[in-house]
């Protein structure tokens, strides 16, 4: 059996450039946003909470809803920017997130909101997860600047209700 020390980024290793974030600590950006959710509101609302520079890598993206949130299910992904902005990937970060309230009403049982990026996705910037999903539309010298990061109710509310997304994201 060998015993390896090498460097597990083959760009680095092959000494050529890739994201600094891959090999280097990088600057952190965080955001912290609460909405509200209207009885009114029907699935399939878009809940627009961020825009985000496309080259941020996510690190860490939490939900927590109040005891009130009768909408079971959402879905966390990305559009393009501005209301009415077309889908990228409605579901790339969280597909059928659990949200009812009574399990997501304290820090400590918040729901995972990256719960399905896949772990190959896991130092992607956002405009490499979105390529994935659009067959490589995307790439790193043709990419839009920006993604709205949105959250979808999958379910109708039975009352108005609280939401909270927390998230950390490293400068790609």
């Known amino acids: 059996m060998a015993v390896i020390d090498a460097y597990v980024n083959t760009?680095?290793?092959?000494?050529k450039k890739d994201v600094a974030a891959n090999i280097t600590p990088g600057q952190v950006f965080a955001l912290a946003c609460t909405f509200e959710?209207?009885?009114?509101?029907?699935?399939?609302?878009?809940?627009?909470?961020a825009c985000l520079p496309s080259n941020l890598i996510p690190y860490s993206l939490t939900l927590m809803a109040d005891d009130a949130l009768d909408v079971t299910t959402m879905d966390v992904g990305l559009y393009l920017p501005g209301a009415g902005g077309a889908v990228v990937d409605a579901d790339c970060f969280a597909s059928g997130l659990v949200t009812n309230g009574?399990?997501?009403?304290?820090?400590?049982?918040?729901?995972?909101?990256?719960?399905?990026?896949?772990?190959?996705?896991?130092g992607k910037p956002l405009w490499n997860i979105a390529a994935v999903k659009l067959a490589g539309t995307y790439t790193q010298a043709s990419h839009p600047a920006a993604f709205d990061l949105v959250v979808t109710?999958?379910?109708?509310?039975?009352?108005?209700?609280?939401?909270?997304?927390?998230?950390?994201?490293?400068?790609?």
């Open 102 to 122: 009574d399990a997501l009403d304290s820090a400590d049982l918040a729901a995972n909101a990256l719960a399905s990026l896949p772990i190959d996705d896991i």
């Open 153 to 172: 109710a999958k379910s109708d509310p039975g009352a108005i209700s609280t939401v909270s997304l927390k998230g950390l994201f490293i400068q790609g």
């Open 11 to 15: 760009l680095v290793a092959a000494g």
């Open 37 to 49: 959710i209207a009885i009114a509101d029907s699935d399939e609302s878009l809940y627009r909470v």
